[in-house]
């Protein structure tokens, strides 16, 4: 079965510190892993695909499959940076995609 | 351009009564879904479509059925609402393939069932 898991509910950091969101999955066959944002009052969007290895706002993450991670880093947070975020698991070629329960990241100043 | 629209964006219901929640894409998305979202349980799947008159049941369905009559619409209804089902709604959309899976979300329909 798909799962994703990502184990802190909160984080909170000050602004200019290194930010590291965590994210663990199972999944049997090739997945394909995304990071969705969820800003205060806007809809949830696409933030990264593992896939199109980019960065995005700063934002990074690897895909290890060793690990059966795909964690989301950030050298140095910023205020505008809190929102909540969520990793998403997709099969290949299908796109039913399967949520974690997501982190919200608050930055203070 | 609109993306993805949901009707309505807040409504109360009564236990025991019904309603349809609405939403409509103009980005010729084959792929529709539905999710709801809750305190500490993320975004789970509730049905999903993969192409007009198709639909296949997530991870919740039960108590939920759904309709994709046209391509661009696809329709989540409540027969009949419990408090259980009080949550936040979101509908996506996206292109089919491994290259182009980015989905496109709905602003969220906000249930509260009394």
């Known amino acids: 079965a798909q799962r994703v898991t990502q184990p802190e509910k909160l984080l909170s950091v000050f602004k200019g510190a290194p930010v590291e969101l965590k994210c663990n999955y199972s999944?049997?066959?090739?997945?394909?892993l995304f990071w969705y944002v969820q800003y205060s009052r806007q809809r949830l969007q696409l933030l990264l695909r593992?896939?199109s290895r980019e960065s995005i706002k700063g934002f990074t993450a690897d895909l290890n499959k060793g690990e059966t991670s795909f964690h989301l880093k950030k050298p140095f947070a910023q205020e505008e940076d809190s929102a909540m975020y969520y990793c998403?698991?997709?099969?290949?070629?299908?796109?039913?995609?399967?949520f974690g329960t997501g982190t919200r990241l608050l930055v203070s100043p | 351009n609109a993306g993805v629209t949901q009707t309505p964006k807040f409504r109360v219901l009564k236990t025991g009564q019904s309603m349809t929640l609405l939403c409509a894409q103009d980005?010729?998305?084959?792929?529709m879904y539905w999710y709801r979202q809750d305190p500490g349980m993320g975004l789970r799947l509730i049905h999903y479509?993969?192409?007009?008159?198709?639909?296949a049941k997530g991870e919740v369905p039960d108590g939920y059925n759904v309709s994709r009559l046209k391509k661009q619409n696809f329709l989540l209804g409540l027969e009949s609402a419990a408090p259980s089902q009080t949550s936040v709604y979101f509908c996506?959309?996206?292109?089919?393939?491994?290259?182009?899976?980015?989905?496109?979300f709905g602003q969220g329909t906000r249930l509260t069932v009394v």
């Open positions: 479509s993969v192409g007009e008159g198709t639909t």
């Open positions: 998403a698991l997709s099969n290949t070629g299908f796109q039913k995609l399967v």
């Open positions: 593992h896939i």
């Open positions: 980005m010729n998305h084959e792929y």
């Open positions: 999944y049997s066959g090739s997945p394909e």
């Open positions: 996506a959309s996206s292109y089919p393939g491994a290259r182009n899976t980015e989905a496109f």
